[in-house]
Structure formats: C-alpha cells, structure tokens
C-alpha cells in the first residue's frame, strides 16, 4: 500500500514542537488542518512525552502587583526561541493574571490571582484553550492559598484525559494526615481516596512532587523544629500511593541529613526519561554554596548513589561568591539553578557531565519556582474554552 506525501508529512509534523506546527500551519492549508484534528493532537502531545522539554517557566515566590514581569519564560540552551515556547500575549496574561502551579505534556495548573474567591484553570498556552475546573467547597474556603496542595500530572493516564490531585490537612494544629482528593479531567469530577496521605510530623513540599513507579513522592522542609528525641527529627521522603492508599518513609542519605537545619534546601526529583525502563528518584541538596547530588538506585533498601558534590564557584561562573536562590533537575538529567540574577545550567550525564552554561538573566527574585514546560497541541477537554488574551 502506497503512502502519501501527506501521510509522511503527518507523521513528522506529529514530532515537532506545537509552536512550530502552528507557524507551518500558517502557510499552508493541508497542514493548518493537522492541528484541528483530535487524533493528530493526541499523537502529538504522546510523541512529546518522551522527548525532552525545551523550556521553563520561572515564577516569583510572591503572589503581589509589585512585581511588573512576575511570570518568566526561559529556554535550556541550544533550543531555539522561535520553535517553542508560548505567545507574548499569553505570557503577559498569566503574568499579569495567574499564578501557575504545575505543568504536565502542554498543559498548565493555575488559579486566577485578581478574583475573589479565586478560580482554578487548565490551559494549554499554545492552542489558546482553557477550561475551568469546579473547586472543591473547601478549597473555595481557605483564603490562604499558600495551603492549597494542588498538582497535575497528564502521564499517566490516557491521553485524553489528566489528573488534578489536591491534597488537604485535616489537622488545625499539626500536619500529620492529609485527604486526598483527585480531579479527573475526562470524566470531569472529584473522587475522594479513601485512605488519607500520612505525612509524619514535618511540612511537605507538595511543589515539587515526583511520580515513580505510579507512586506519588514528596520531601519534608528541613526547618529545625523537634527535638532529637523525635522521630520526625531528620528531613525524609513520604511515598503514598494514590491507588491503595498506603503511605511509607524513605530515608535520606547519611551524608544529606548532615547540617540540614543551617541553610540547606532539599528537592527531589525525576531521574531518566519518561519512557525510559532506567527511571529513579534524583535527591539535591544545596547548602551553603555547595551542590551535593544523589540517585536512587534501590528503592526497596532505600540505597543512595552519590553523583555529584561540587562548590557553585568551582563551576566557573562569572559571577563571584554566587548566592543560589533555587533549583530544579529537567529532563532527567539537567541541573537547573538560579543565583540572585542569573540562571544557569549544568550537565548531569555522562556526555554533559558538569558542563555549564548561562541561561539569561531573571527578575523573579531570591526564592523563584521553576515549571518545566512541554510544547504540545494537548487538549483541555471536551468543553475547553478561548483563553481571554
């Protein structure tokens, strides 16, 4: 059986960034089409799953209209601006309008930050199209949107479809349980889970989840607030499994839990490709200057691999006694931090190892969140909308 020049062209357009698909599609008819269809949408955004994202979005710690650019859009290095990324007008919306709490193949989480009470949206920034999603009533109730634990995760699932999962304490005084609520976008509802995620005694991190082997992750603060007496005394990992329920520890390397109460910041993070066989948990710990980096390689003994310990000013970077100001591990193996002005990136694999390269510059102050960002044509729903940009 013969294959048609649009048959070919079909499959290839399916592998390229969403941003370049729409400017081909502005040239010609036959490919302007490929984009309104909901196979080739859905091809699309699978295909991208498994390759890498090009770019970032970096945002201010702080929701406040005294920051003119609160919202940033950076992209990895040797990625070209013009073949991914988003829309300056839609940029400057959700700058100006929204405050972007997770993002998964194409799309993005955000709640409006001008309404009172606010609003929660999906939208994908390229396609223009978002849907809102109903808010639970206790959600709509807390006017302290600094605890609300949302995230959103469009990899395991169908590809029509996404999961918004919430979760809320059930504790006044302390943190230690917490409901699990989970929003599916195909069926357009809420379902509770039946067991509640036991976090121990200590703050989660709930920005900066990781998903591995269908399991969700999340690390502690490492403020010093128990005694040694407690069990909650050292920084560690919660797993809970959204599936049955069940909650579980993961200790921390030795070497990590040292000094962690005098300026340390902790992340994890996913390690390997998506749809690689080779995925694991990656653990950064940044403390006084100093980048110590673990892998881990056996989750049932709990065994670290130390890969990385390094001083920022043994990087070479032109700034002198460099201050980081955050971070984040993409694509499974790119270390991605931030100093007071500057963003920067470094190799972890073998080919890149400890490479370093300057990003650009930012203005999203001394705690900035990093959103790793996918260009695809991703849908929103069945009853998506046009975004107001």
Request: with cysteine; charged share 20%; hydrophobic share 35%.
């Amino acid at each position: 059986m013969a294959v048609s020049q649009e048959d070919i062209a079909y499959e290839i357009f399916s592998w390229l960034p969403a941003k370049t698909i729409c400017k081909f599609g502005l040239t010609c008819t036959s490919f302007s089409n490929f984009q309104k269809e909901t196979h080739f949408k859905t091809k699309q955004s699978c295909n991208l799953l498994g390759m890498n994202d090009t770019c970032f979005f970096l945002q201010h710690d702080q929701i406040s209209q005294r920051y003119q650019k609160r919202i940033e859009l950076h992209h990895l290095p040797k990625e070209q601006q013009q073949l991914s990324g988003v829309p300056d007008n839609v940029l400057t919306f959700l700058s100006n309008s929204a405050c972007v709490l997770a993002s998964s193949n194409g799309l993005l989480l955000c709640h409006t930050i001008n309404d009172d009470p606010f609003e929660l949206f999906i939208c994908n920034p390229i396609t223009k199209s978002c849907f809102f999603i109903p808010i639970p009533e206790s959600v709509r109730k807390n006017h302290n949107i600094s605890n609300i634990n949302l995230m959103l995760d469009c990899t395991h699932c169908s590809s029509d479809d996404y999961l918004i999962f919430y979760f809320e304490n059930t504790t006044e005084w302390s943190p230690t349980s917490y409901t699990c609520n989970i929003y599916y976008g195909k069926e357009g509802a809420w379902k509770g889970v039946e067991n509640n995620f036991l976090s121990g005694g200590r703050n989660m991190k709930f920005d900066t989840p990781v998903i591995h082997n269908g399991t969700l992750h999340f690390i502690s603060d490492c403020s010093n607030y128990f005694t040694r007496l407690s069990p909650f005394y050292k920084p560690y990992i919660m797993s809970y499994s959204f599936v049955e329920g069940i909650s579980s520890i993961l200790k921390l390397p030795r070497e990590a839990i040292k000094g962690f109460h005098v300026e340390c910041n902790m992340g994890i993070f996913n390690w390997g490709k998506v749809r690689s066989s080779n995925t694991s948990i990656c653990l950064v710990k940044s403390r006084k200057s100093v980048f110590t980096i673990w892998i881990l390689k056996d989750y049932k003994s709990c065994s670290w691999q130390k890969i990385l310990k390094v001083r920022v000013n043994a990087l070479g970077l032109e700034e002198k006694d460099a201050h980081v100001t955050g971070f984040t591990v993409m694509n499974g193996n790119i270390l991605v931090f931030s100093t007071k002005h500057k963003i920067y990136s470094c190799g972890l694999d073998e080919e890149t190892f400890m490479m370093v390269e300057e990003i650009g510059s930012h203005s999203c102050g001394s705690n900035p969140h990093f959103i790793s960002y996918s260009n695809t044509l991703r849908s929103c729903g069945a009853n998506d909308k046009t975004m107001s940009c």
